[in-house]
């Protein structure tokens, strides 16, 4: 009979834990799952029972007793235990870290789980609304009115006012409202009826439909603005007519807003969300109503890959080659190649759309692992934009625009329609310099410049997080005029007003979107018949529609022509098509604007003449070539530390260890692309396989013996197994 627990608890060693069931509990009548609360070293953490055993292989003296079986039932469900132990051994990391990973917060620590009861506000019934002074038309009045007929959930409320959460706030803090719950509401079963749909939709549609209930990964490649979301949704309701539950993957907590709306608004369903943005309350109570089958469809950002799904149908991952699906500190996992995982376990088709697939997903489709289906065309009038390519060599400049840009703008603005200046750097600008003597102001813990963000009058580095002062004089010499060189969103934002005034002027970065449902709000904020500029960065890249937004201008294409990252044309190519995919979306004819020193470059030609397609296949040659991803495999062993010594000695041991092995190429050790960062010295290594069963088979032995290794505790590291980012 089990005697022993075997318990993978949240500490970064790989190994799990024995341990004796709690008092008056049979090991065995303890599923794999289920949360016990366990003594370790001198804290309580909270593990994960992934099994049991007759005995231990530690002194039965020794066995410490579990102190309180948290969970009745398994939390985590057989396959979600399974696809998390094959992560854990896939990406080389702690199983007990990995569990714990795909718990909200609120369930990894001791206490209740928190009511099934949905979270609502209600008006204070002891507050009188005569003689309010609630500014008419205000979001605060508005949502007070809202509540007169009763209290709404917090979902009710997404669907009736967006960004209703600030009002909230400021009516709870006069007192006026409180928070509640109310038993949960079986939404409406209406539905709204959507756009006629295309043959290419109807047939994508069929064919995917035919693979419910069967794992099959299927492709579909549609043109910025073909209707992707109308295929997900009508799969989606045809998932839930069979009683099953779809998973949504969508790349940020931007786009999330708008698709929840939309969802909401056409299917029959209880729709929950996860995603950071979500309160520790929020997120358990969507978990725990995915574990219990009550959430018909899940859609969240990466970590939503980890929702139990307790009646699986149908798993779809939105913008599939966004580098935002790969967790880039602790545990670097891919959220879509965990959800394909994910799908063979359950036995689901995984649909991964995109207008630009990255090269790994068409490396897959190319040797027929992968079923691909296109849309190629806008429906109705819809078109896409013509290109248009700015030569800045020998040009005047004024702000970074040249002369027919700032004419192309014009033009678009007397239309009465609406332009997005596209640039890829918030701040006012990434240099602040002083033309007497030449000094810059840079981070003393990155050796990177500082990037001067005028509005909030700070120096930031945006590789650590460091701040300061803007000084008022030169620290080198004393010289009074210190001067911002290049452009980021905030001088972008401040050129466009000078040159355009009185034109209705937004910015959207990470700076003016950091409130929730901020993004949401500003597009909001936008009235679509009048003539407006938006500026931006990546954020607008993706899924956003604004039908009066006919030209798109990008300020600076050249960054990514020429990097030392063997990724960067491909993620150029994806960007400017994301971002040409915003112009002319509607009825209205599209442009899209490229300024750039190198017109004549093979990718801008590409692109603009034949399309993400032809690019995507020049790349592929390229990296086979090459002997690159997705041709290769890699995994990088990354190491930082004080001082360069230690670093460099983990290093060399770790080549050591690995002993030349047999179809495994070794590059380095050398400095990372970033020497240096946040005050540590940073090295790496680099290993290459042109067979991914032969690099995995390395990777266990060769990690465990690295743990043991003295040098090891010397420096911090870490292995990213098919890392994106090489820095």
């Known amino acids: 009979m089990p005697a022993v627990l075997r318990v993978a608890v949240p500490v970064p060693l790989a190994q799990v834990f024995d341990y004796l069931a709690p008092d008056g509990i049979e090991a065995d009548a303890i599923a794999p799952g289920c949360r016990v609360a366990v003594p370790f070293g001198r804290s309580q953490r909270v593990g994960v029972v992934v099994g049991s055993a007759s005995d231990s292989a530690v002194d039965a003296r020794r066995l410490k007793r579990a102190t309180k079986l948290l969970d009745a039932q398994p939390l985590i469900s057989s396959e979600l235990c399974a696809s998390l132990a094959w992560a854990a051994r896939y990406y080389q990391h702690p199983l007990g870290e990995v569990l714990e990973s795909a718990l909200p917060v609120g369930l990894r620590q001791v206490k209740p ?417 009048r003539a407006a500029l938006i500026v931006g960065t990546q954020m607008l890249a993706k899924g956003h529609d604004l039908p009066n937004l006919t030209l798109v201008v990008i300020v600076d294409v050249d960054g990514g022509l020429y990097s030392v990252d063997f990724r960067a044309e491909e993620r150029l190519a994806q960007l400017v098509v994301q971002v040409a995919g915003r112009a002319g979306r509607a009825r209205k004819p599209g442009a899209v604007w490229l300024q750039t020193h190198h017109p004549e470059h093979p990718l801008l030609q590409t692109l603009m003449h034949h399309g993400y397609a032809a690019a995507a296949q020049r790349l592929l040659l390229e990296r086979r070539a090459a002997g690159l991803p997705p041709y290769a495999h890699l995994a990088l062993l990354r190491a930082d530390a004080k001082s360069q010594t230690p670093v460099d000695d983990f290093l060399q041991a770790a080549v050591a260890l690995a002993a030349q092995p047999d179809g495994i190429a070794l590059l380095g050790p050398m400095p990372a692309p970033m020497p240096r960062r946040a005050g540590l010295q940073r090295g790496q290594l680099l290993l290459s396989a042109d067979e991914r069963a032969r690099l995995h088979a390395f990777l266990p032995d060769w990690v465990a013996r690295l743990r043991a290794q003295p040098q090891a505790r010397r420096v911090r590291w870490s292995l990213d197994v098919d890392p994106l980012d090489l820095y």
Not at 184 to 195: S, Y
Not at 277 to 286: F, I, P, Y
Not at 403 to 423: H, S
Not at 438 to 460: E, Y
Request: aromatic content about 4%; overall charge positive; proline content about 6%.
């Open 113 to 529: 789980l928190p009511s099934s009861a949905a979270p609502a506000l209600i008006r204070n019934a002891a507050i009188e609304a005569e003689g309010l002074t609630l500014r008419a038309g205000s979001k605060v009045a508005t949502l007070f009115d809202l509540l007169a007929r009763g209290p709404l959930t917090f979902t009710e409320l997404d669907t009736r006012l967006a960004g209703w959460r600030g009002a909230a706030a400021r009516l709870r803090k006069r007192g006026l409202i409180a928070i509640t719950e109310l038993a949960l509401r079986t939404p409406p079963r209406t539905r709204i009826a959507g756009p006629p749909l295309s043959g290419e939709q109807t047939d994508a549609i069929a064919q995917v439909a035919a693979q419910l209930g069967t794992f099959a990964p299927v492709l579909l490649e549609g043109i910025t603005g073909s209707g992707k979301t109308e295929v997900y949704l009508a799969l989606i309701e045809q998932v839930i007519a069979r009683g099953e539950q779809a998973l949504v993957l969508v790349p940020e907590i931007g786009l999330t807003p708008q698709a929840l709306r939309r969802f909401r608004e056409r299917l029959p369903a209880r729709i929950e969300v996860l995603h950071s943005g979500l309160s520790e309350g929020e997120r358990t109570r969507a978990w725990l109503a995915a574990a219990r089958g009550e959430a018909d469809v899940v859609l969240g950002t990466r970590s939503a890959v980890f929702a139990p799904l307790t009646r699986a149908g149908l798993i779809i991952i939105d913008e599939e080659h966004d580098g935002s699906y790969k967790q880039q500190e602790g545990w670097r996992y891919s959220a879509r190649d965990l959800a394909l995982v994910r799908g063979k376990a359950l036995e689901v088709p995984v649909l991964l759309g995109s207008a630009t697939p990255s090269l790994e997903t068409l490396a897959n489709v190319e040797a027929g692992r992968y079923r691909k289906l296109h849309l190629s065309a806008r429906p109705g009038a819809a078109r896409l934009p013509d290109f248009h390519c700015v030569d800045l060599r020998g040009k005047p400049l004024r702000h970074g625009l040249a002369t027919a840009t700032i004419a192309a703008l014009r033009a678009c603005i007397a239309r009465g329609e609406q332009a997005l200046v596209f640039r890829n750097r918030r701040g006012y600008a990434p240099v602040l310099t002083c033309h007497s003597c030449g000094w810059h102001a840079s981070c003393a813990r990155c050796d990177k410049p500082l990037t001067w963000h005028r509005g909030v009058a700070r120096l930031r580095c945006h590789h650590c997080g460091a701040e300061q002062r803007v000084p008022a004089q030169c620290p080198q010499c004393s010289n009074d005029h210190l001067a911002p060189q290049g452009l980021g969103t905030e001088r972008l934002e401040e050129s466009l007003a000078e040159i355009f005034p009185g034109v209705p002027l937004l910015r959207i970065d990470r700076e003016t979107t950091r409130r929730k449902n901020a993004l949401d709000d500003l597009l909001g904020s936008l009235d679509p018949e």
